[in-house]
Structures are given as C-alpha cells and as structure tokens.
C-alpha cells in the first residue's frame, strides 16, 4: 500500500485557517486522497476525497499538487470543535472500500 | 449516509473468556470493516466481512481469535475469543455506503480485558 507522511501535531488559533499537509510521494495513478478525522472518544468522520483536482465541502477544502505527491487539507475557520486527529489516507479506486489508516495529525486549537 | 450502531458500547472482561460485538447499520451495504484501535494508536484494519461469503482478514489476525457473522446486508458481529489483556482495545465497525467513497463509522466499544 502506498504510505502517506503527516505531522505529528499541528496547533493553530480559533477562527484562524488551518493547512494540513500530507506527503504521499509513491501514490499511484488510481490512488484516491481520503481525509478523515476523529474527535476524541468517537469514531472516525469523513471529511473529504480527491483524485486530481481541488475539492471543497462544507467542511473543508483539499488542494492537491499536480504531481499527486502531495495534498493539503484546509479549515477555512477553525473552530474548537476541529480539534482531532486528521487522517491522510491513500485508497484505491472511489469505492471507499477499506482504507489503511496512519498516524495522523493530532490539530490543537487554542481559543 | 449512514447510521452505524456498535453495540456493547463498552465492557470489562476477564482474560480467557470472550465478547461478541455487534453491528447494525440503517441501510443495506455490501462491505462492512471491522477495525482495532489500541490505546493512543491509529485504526489497523482486521477484516473485510461481506454478506454471503467468509471475511477477509488482514495479516496477523485470524479467523479462530476474531470470529465474524455477516448474516445479512444490515448486521454483523465481530467476536473477540480467549481475551488476554494485549486485547484491550476499541473495536470500531465501519461500511461503506453504495461505493460513495465514504466510509461510516461507528462509535466503537471499549474492551478493557483485566
């Protein structure tokens, strides 16, 4: 499976944009861009998918490099209740069928 | 979307014994994940359980310690046999929905085995 490379931790201010970074440099051509996230004692939320062009959902925009090595999620205004572990994660094809999870950014925000 | 609900939502276990979990989701769906969340960890992936047909599981688990029912296109148990306290863990199930690209999740179960 192809990996991707996220921070650790990433802290940022309330109502202030917030850019999560991901590395995933061995991508392969038909390699979705998942982000998920998990607020603390829940399970994880989806948040948003890409293939090649820029996304945006009411939750967050992903903007994603033109050589697909490289993603970044964005929180226009982030709020207290963005606080979790931000999951980059690599899936093949669109079915959304099972995706292997790595370490995460753990985004703190401070009020 | 979908509404997943996991249930126990939590238990404490002795070591030797074992605990079913539980699955139902509002909708039908052809895939249903089981995933392993050991303290302060990331989610690591144990099964792929599809209706009508055995799980798929990921290496280093086995179908003799991690049991999985998939009964029909709403449900499925996960069962986790002879617990030893290296077990504790979240247990989370998850679906995906028409092959939207989205996976739910549900709120998981809390397995604290002494």
């Known amino acids: 499976d192809a990996k991707t490379t996220q921070p650790n931790s990433m802290e940022s201010n309330e109502e202030e944009p917030v850019h999560l970074p991901c590395n995933h440099s061995t991508i392969s051509g038909t390699d979705y861009i998942h982000w998920y996230r998990q607020l603390p004692s829940q399970g994880p939320e989806y948040v948003i998918h890409?293939?090649?062009s820029n996304v945006n959902n009411r939750m967050a925009s992903l903007a994603i490099a033109e050589d697909r090595k490289s993603s970044t999620l964005i929180l226009h205004r982030a709020t207290l209740r963005d606080a979790a572990v931000y999951y980059c994660?690599?899936?093949?094809?669109?079915?959304?069928?099972?995706?292997?999870f790595g370490g995460g950014t753990r985004l703190m925000v401070k009020p | 979307s979908a509404v997943i609900s996991q249930k126990p939502s939590r238990d404490i276990c002795q070591r030797g014994t074992s605990l079913t979990i539980q699955c139902q989701v509002d909708s039908q769906v052809t895939m249903m994940f089981w995933y392993r969340q050991q303290p302060g960890q990331s989610l690591t992936l144990i099964a792929t359980a599809n209706q009508g047909s055995e799980a798929t599981y990921e290496s280093g688990f086995v179908i003799d310690k991690f049991p999985i029912s998939r009964p029909n296109l709403t449900f499925s148990t996960l069962t986790v046999s002879n617990m030893s306290p290296e077990d504790s863990s979240i247990y989370l199930c998850?679906?995906?929905?028409?092959?939207?690209?989205?996976?739910?999740f549900g709120s998981g179960t809390q397995l604290s085995v002494l």
């Open positions: 998850s679906v995906d929905v028409g092959g939207s690209g989205k996976l739910f």
């Open positions: 890409g293939l090649t």
């Open positions: 994660i690599l899936g093949a094809g669109n079915a959304g069928n099972m995706l292997t």
